[in-house]
């Protein structure tokens, strides 16, 4: 069973506009939630988190969301710059990370 | 660099062949967990130490898979009897230990492994 879903596979972006990347999970005992970037050939970095307690977690460009009774959270960034473009995945946990099978982001000029 | 550090960062190997990789943890870090990634899916938890003690294993953890961490610091994890099924991306990642802002885990480069 999947318990965390990116539905968009992938997403195109001008640069200077918005990206937002959504994910759906399942289980309600989640508490803590983490994105991350991969580039290819590269292990995945640690992007931006945000506790259950939260709805909403900011970092420069990059803003995070959390809706916990529809199960969604959401990662914007704004503005999208080319060097954004990679493969983002939500990560509910702590102990063990529960990926999602990513969204792959392009951000074009 | 102290970052988290894997060795090799590609192995290529026949099926039956045994391969072991190596993870050096960030040296503050006590948790060390292992990964392992397949073409577009995310990475799936295998394992996870507190220091030297091994707390999780995934049922993906097969009898053939063991991962060890003797003193604490660098780890290994070790395949025996290599199937074609385990070619994959093999992550390693350390942090604090758990329980929300500051105990993010971080990844190393990963190791590719391909069995012919």
């Given amino acids: ?13 001008q640069e200077g506009r918005i990206s937002i990347l959504n994910c759906d999970y399942t289980n309600s005992m989640f508490d803590y939630f983490l994105w991350y970037k991969k580039y290819p050939a590269e292990g995945p970095t640690f992007l931006i988190s945000i506790s259950s307690i939260k709805d909403k977690n900011e970092d420069g460009r990059f803003t995070v969301f959390l809706n916990k009774s529809a ?9 999208s710059q080319p060097g954004d473009s990679a493969v983002y995945f939500c990560a509910p ?13 392009q951000v074009f000029p | 660099d102290t970052g988290v550090s894997q060795d090799p960062r590609h192995k290529i190997t026949k099926r039956g062949q045994n391969v072991t990789f190596r993870c050096d943890p960030i040296s503050e870090h006590n948790r060390l967990y292992w990964y392992r990634q397949t073409l577009g899916q995310g990475p799936e ?4 130490f507190q220091n030297e003690a091994q707390l999780e294993k995934s049922r993906l953890l097969s009898d053939r898979f063991s991962a060890e961490r003797p003193k604490g610091s660098f780890s290994t994890l070790e395949i025996q009897r290599t199937e074609q099924g385990d070619s994959a991306m093999y992550l390693c990642a350390s942090s604090f230990p758990a329980g929300g802002p500051g ?11 391909t069995v012919l």
């Avoid at chain 1, 199960?71 to 503005?79: A, C, G, M, R, Y």
């Avoid at chain 1, 946990?93 to 792959?104: P, V």
Wanted: aromatic share 10%; no cysteine.
């Fill in chain 1, 1 to 13: 069973d999947q318990q965390v879903k990116q539905n968009s596979p992938s997403l195109s972006v």
């Fill in chain 1, 71 to 79: 199960k969604h959270l959401s990662l914007h960034i704004v503005p």
């Fill in chain 2, 103 to 113: 105990s993010e885990q971080f990844f190393g480069p990963g190791t590719r492994l």
């Fill in chain 2, 45 to 48: 938890f295998l394992t996870y």
């Fill in chain 1, 93 to 105: 946990g702590t102990d063990k990370l529960i990926f999602g099978t990513g969204t792959r982001l």
